[in-house]
């Protein structure tokens, strides 16, 4: 079966960094997305991997390592506004998004 | 600035009620997908579309059917809603091809069946 995994909830410091992890097994893969989901409102996209190696974007990184079936976001300099689910979804061999449950998380003062 | 617009934020609706969700999109995307959220579940696909007319079950399709008659519009229909049909809905598009085919999301409603 498809399988994604990450943690359910973290925490973190305001101006701190915090790294989500993702690892996936699926049948095939055409690349890796990162969205954002604040509560009660729709997914907004952060990210798109499908070459192994980091791509950075502001505060936001993610890192793909297609060999290990790993991905992470990193996020630098937490502000209170990063308080959100973060969801990690790879496209399959049909370029079918399997999703993973999401990750809390939860930004403290 | 690309939409993707649900017509209800909220709905009450009882048991046995026939229940129309309906999805607009403004950016001529070719795909549209049905996704429910529940808590610790993340998004699951209930019916997707790649074009007019055409439509395809996803991994929840029970209970559930679509329809797709113009190309900006993806409906989904509950025939006899239940009350485990109670969740957030997302619809989403995206344009086909394969390179990178980020979706883009409507805000969701959240259907309570009771």
């Known amino acids: 079966g498809q399988n994604i995994d990450q943690p359910t909830e973290m925490t973190a410091t305001e101006g701190a960094i915090v790294q989500i992890n993702c690892t996936y097994q699926?049948?095939?893969?055409?690349?890796l997305f990162w969205y954002q989901q604040h509560a009660g409102e729709a997914p907004t996209f952060l990210s798109y991997n499908v070459l192994d190696g980091l791509e950075e974007k502001g505060r936001f990184s993610s890192f793909l390592s297609r060999s290990k079936g790993y991905s992470y976001l990193l996020l630098k300099e937490l502000q209170m506004k990063d308080s959100a689910s973060y969801l990690c979804?790879?496209?399959?061999?049909?370029?079918?998004?399997?999703w993973g449950a999401g990750t809390k998380l939860i930004i403290k003062p | 600035d690309v939409k993707v617009t649900q017509s209800s934020r909220y709905l009450v609706k009882r048991t046995g009620e026939k229940v129309f969700l309906e999805c607009v999109q403004d950016?001529?995307?070719?795909?549209m997908f049905w996704y429910r959220q529940d808590p610790g579940l993340g998004l699951r696909l209930i019916y997707f579309?790649?074009?007019?007319?055409?439509?395809e079950k996803g991994d929840i399709p029970e209970g559930y059917s679509v329809s797709r008659e113009k190309k900006e519009r993806f409906s989904l229909i509950l025939e006899s809603a239940s009350t485990n049909q109670t969740s957030m809905y997302l619809c989403?598009?995206?344009?086909?091809?394969?390179?990178?085919?980020?979706?883009?999301f409507g805000q969701g409603t959240r259907l309570t069946v009771v």
């Open positions: 979804a790879v496209l399959d061999s049909n370029y079918q998004l399997i």
């Open positions: 950016m001529d995307h070719e795909n």
């Open positions: 989403a598009s995206s344009r086909q091809g394969v390179e990178s085919t980020e979706a883009f």
């Open positions: 579309s790649y074009d007019v007319k055409m439509k």
């Open positions: 699926t049948s095939g893969f055409n690349g």
